[in-house]
């Protein structure tokens, strides 16, 4: 099984509409989690931390649910600048808290 | 951004080479990695360095040599790679060891013919 699980998509939507992608780790003592974004060929980069009680960043909110092992993105009023690769990522104690990335989802906001 | 820098941005090379891949962090930060990411694979965590001291070697192969001269610098060298080490290879790094946000440099497109 893999760590981190994620659909690869691709969710065509078009703009304005809400889209919600989801995550599942194995490795019930993970501590943090985070959703990263990346660009076609560009790196990764941290959209949002994840939190148990839920947070929200503007249009984005994600979800925590420990006792399922589950972590949801959702996106709302998508804007076309929203197509990227949303990477699922956890960590995993290893005598430090090494980050583990899903293969991640792709998301194609069109007009 | 220019926090942190990787060259190249795009490398190509045959088997029996010797190239080395550079990464550079202007953020202050104690940690730097070296991560590989291949098509459809995950980012796969390669080395982590720790104030310069390597703290983790991720069961890589002996062909990918890593350096740290500083906190600020990390190289990879590589010799007599195999075309299945094709890959994007990015560099991060972090505030402090493991756990926190780490930041990501452009990556080097790597092919090996």
């Known amino acids: 099984r893999k760590e981190v699980e994620q659909d690869p998509g691709p969710f065509n939507v078009p703009e304005g509409a809400t889209v919600a992608f989801n995550c599942t780790y194995s490795n019930s003592a993970s501590q943090s989690f985070f959703w990263y974004r990346q660009d076609c060929r560009k790196e990764p980069k941290l959209l949002m931390s994840?939190?148990?009680s839920g947070n929200e960043d503007g249009r984005f909110t994600a979800q925590l649910n420990r006792a399922s092992q589950y972590i949801s993105l959702l996106i709302r009023d998508s804007k076309l600048s929203d197509s990227a690769t949303y990477l699922c990522v956890v960590t995993k104690n290893t005598g430090f808290q090494k980050l583990v990335f899903g293969t991640g989802t792709r998301l194609l906001v069109s007009p | 951004e220019t926090g942190v820098t990787q060259t190249p941005r795009h490398l190509v090379m045959g088997m029996t080479n010797k190239k080395s891949l550079k990464c550079e962090q202007h953020l202050g930060h104690n940690a730097m990695y070296w991560y590989k990411q291949s098509a459809k694979k995950p980012l796969e965590l390669m080395f982590v360095?720790?104030?310069?001291?390597?703290?983790e070697n991720n069961s890589v192969p002996s062909r990918f040599s890593p350096e740290c001269p500083n906190s600020s610098h990390l190289f990879l060298h590589l010799h007599t790679l195999q075309p299945e080490d094709s890959a994007l290879y990015l560099c991060?790094?972090?505030?402090?060891?493991?756990?926190?946000?780490?930041?990501f440099g452009p990556g080097t497109r790597l092919t090996v013919l």
């Open positions: 994840v939190y148990s």
């Open positions: 991060a790094s972090s505030p402090t060891y493991g756990g926190d946000t780490q930041y």
């Open positions: 360095y720790n104030f310069k001291e390597q703290t």
